[in-house]
């Protein structure tokens, strides 16, 4: 039973069935396991008054205090209190990657559907812009419309920070560095998402900088969370993914120190070795920085956040807005303007797309979810030992990377570094130091032992599990909608059939819609004294291809557990205003909305110009067919040079045809009139 403080209003009478929330206010104590703040006010028009009853001999409505049961308080509980929004109320936010999709929204959601007291943003100088001039820029984005009509001043909660995640102490100054350690939630969403990064690169990006970050976390002594937000394919090389850390064949912290002083030529040359079965630098790097946050965790709250592939918004703040040509979104465009006529996928396999504001929804929920684990307090003393053990041993790992790498260096290139890289199983067998492992191993990492073995919380982010799409599906909904609904108008062909299982298939139409125009395009333009473009242009498409090639052609599983729960957890408002869940999805509507707002937000183009864009797609449907019949004679003609049989096969087919159109009366014009 919990104890709840009634407060009546006795110019009120009070009813058994029913009471006004102006009568009767109940207030829940902390110690009930189920709330978030210190205390929540609860009205009566969510508990039923026969689940109550008064503490003393007096009668119900005299009482000072009643007794309400726990499913009572449960249920009023869920059904439309805002705990995540109470959570969050005068929180301090620091937020890292905010010029990027995931952290636009993220940081449109924080404004306005929680209120939060200041949110810094971590961002570098770029292109002699300020800190403070790319601040001004994100204010004026698009994804800040909805807020800006309903909030003009929205703007003043934010607060830029000079930082470069590359740089040693991630180049905040001292003051900066004193102004964000009062945080109370971090989010670090920044990441390099090329898959083509060299190594050294990838791994500056997306491994180091989340090191130097997560240690900057563990000094700020009123921390509630720190949310990584990595990628579901972080482990693609398996079949079936778990909610848990996997412990990687590379060691990140010997990686990391030994690309400090490594040429680009060397680990260039090691990329392959170490990658393993890994498809590029990006997932490598990105399950690298998973185990880098489990390791330096200590005691704060940590938890692991992997999104599939981002597409465009599903509701808010706009269905379909997007403003980044990466992940899926550019695909669409490559493949609505034209220059995108084929690309290998296995067509019968899920395409898990998650839209961007379900991911943002999804990390608010988990920062509310682990802060209530795990309690601030736990954080009031920074973790000092460790970073003692760190300090100690730091001269002898360099030590001993130097020497074994210098070793690795004289051999052939070809060679893997696997003495630089395989971890060692105890200190004995590569080192001639001492140290104490309770805190640390030999490369410096903190044991599961002296993080008191708790687990990391990972979250998947997806919509396979629950809402899945097949690659074929997604074609069958984008491509017609972007034909004739939603064209664009700086297509430059008309879009067709983009996927392909075969990969005899891919080749040709590679060759025939890619290859063949591009050259006869840019010799037009050589004619004409122009800069040929096309050719340059196609190889760039392919090299994305063919970076996309392993996502498209395989299929995962990945287990959901910890984000199934946390859904049943939220309360009805919570789940209607932090939308983390897509069981609700419809991928027709979806589908229609993402091209809208690709052509909206990404490509800058008007609605009230559509019969513009459908007057241009017509007439390049026109030059499709035409060019598709110019490329069948072709090819029929190289083989009737060779068959007599062909020969006559088409002269009867040429002959047939035009007696049916002489006796129908078809002209070539009425032909072209009709679309043909």
């Known amino acids: 039973m919990i104890k709840a403080n009634n407060k009546l209003n006795q110019n009120k009478p009070l009813k058994m069935s029913s009471v006004s929330s102006e009568t009767r206010v109940i207030e829940i104590s902390a110690d009930n396991h189920m709330e978030t703040s210190k205390h929540e006010t609860i009205t009566d028009d969510r508990i039923r008054m026969e689940d109550c009853r008064p503490t003393d001999n007096k009668s119900l409505e005299d009482s000072g205090e009643v007794e309400c049961s726990n499913d009572a308080i449960n249920n009023a509980i869920h059904t439309d209190f805002s705990h995540v929004g109470a959570f969050y109320k005068n929180k301090i936010i620091l937020v890292t990657g905010s010029t990027g999709l995931v952290g636009k929204v993220l940081i449109e959601k924080l404004l306005r559907s929680c209120e939060v007291s200041q949110i810094f943003v971590l961002i570098r100088q770029k292109k002699k812009q300020t800190p403070e001039q790319r601040l001004a820029t994100l204010k004026k984005n698009s994804i800040f419309d909805r807020l800006r009509e309903n909030n003009p001043r929205f703007w003043q909660r934010l607060t830029a920070i000079n930082g470069d995640l590359l740089a040693n102490n991630l180049g905040l100054s001292a003051s900066d560095e004193a102004r964000i350690m009062n945080t109370n939630i971090v989010f670090h969403c920044a990441a390099s998402v090329n898959f083509n990064d060299p190594l050294k690169q990838a791994l500056s990006s997306n491994c180091c900088s ?12 009123r921390l ?12 693609c090389d398996r079949s079936f993914i778990d909610e848990k850390i996997y412990k990687p064949d590379v060691d990140p912290y010997k990686l990391m120190d030994a690309m400090e002083w490594m040429d680009d030529r060397t680990a260039d040359a090691m990329t392959p070795s170490l990658l393993g079965n890994k498809p590029n630098t990006y997932t490598f790097t990105k399950s690298l920085s998973e185990y880098v946050v489990s390791q330096e965790a200590g005691n704060i709250p940590v938890a692991i956040v992997r999104p599939t592939i981002i597409g465009n918004t599903w509701i808010e703040p706009f269905p379909g807005w997007i403003d980044n040509f990466n992940g899926i979104a550019g695909l669409l465009v490559a493949a609505g303007t034209g220059l995108l006529r084929t690309i290998t996928v296995k067509t019968k396999a899920v395409c898990d797309i998650v839209p961007v504001d379900v991911v943002a929804s999804t990390l608010i929920c988990v920062a509310w979810d682990i802060a209530n684990e795990n309690p601030v307090e736990s954080n ?4 000092e030992s460790n970073a003692v053990c760190f300090e100690d041993t730091n001269k002898a790992v360099s030590k001993w990377i130097e020497e074994s790498v210098s070793e690795v260096i004289s051999q052939p290139m070809e060679t893997p570094a696997d003495n630089i890289v395989k971890f060692k199983t105890s200190v004995n067998e590569s080192t ?37 799409v097949t690659w074929a599906r997604f074609q069958n909904i984008a491509l017609p909608c972007i034909q004739s609904q939603y064209p664009l108008e700086k297509a430059f062909w008309y879009p067709s059939g983009v996927f392909v299982d075969s990969e005899l ?47 498209t052609t395989h ?56 019969p513009v864009a459908h007057a241009h797609m017509k007439k390049l449907r026109r030059l499709h067919y035409l060019y598709n019949m110019f490329m069948a004679v072709v090819v029929w003609k190289i083989f009737m040079l060779r068959s007599s049989v062909a020969r006559n096969i088409w002269q009867r087919i040429v002959s047939f045809v035009l007696k049916i159109m002489w006796s129908l009366g078809v002209s070539w014009k009425m032909l072209l009139q009709l679309g043909f």
């Open 210 to 221: 989340v090191l130097k970050l997560i240690r900057l976390a563990r000094r700020m002594p």
């Open 224 to 235: 509630d969370a720190f949310i990584h937000c990595s990628t579901s394919y972080a482990n």
């Open 380 to 383: 009031k003393n920074p973790i």
């Open 432 to 468: 001639d130091f001492k140290f104490d492992q309770t805190h640390c191993d030999v490369a410096g990492n903190l044991n599961n032992e002296s993080n008191g073995g708790r687990s990391l919380p990972v979250y998947y982010c997806g919509s396979s599990s629950t809402r899945p």
């Open 505 to 551: 298939m891919h080749a040709y139409w590679t060759l025939v819609c890619h290859k063949i125009p591009s050259y006869l395009v840019d010799g037009y333009l050589r004619l004409r004294g122009c800069q040929p473009r096309l050719v340059h242009s196609y190889r760039k498409i392919h090299a994305s291809a063919e970076a996309l090639k392993h996502f």
């Open 555 to 610: 299929q995962w599983r990945w287990a959901d557990g910890n984000t199934r729960r946390l859904c049943a957890t939220l309360s009805a408002v919570d789940r209607e205003r932090f939308p983390m869940c897509v069981d609700k999805l419809d991928w027709s509507k979806y589908l229609v909305d993402f091209v809208r707002g690709t052509k909206m937000y990404l490509m800058k183009e008007e609605l009230s110009r559509l």
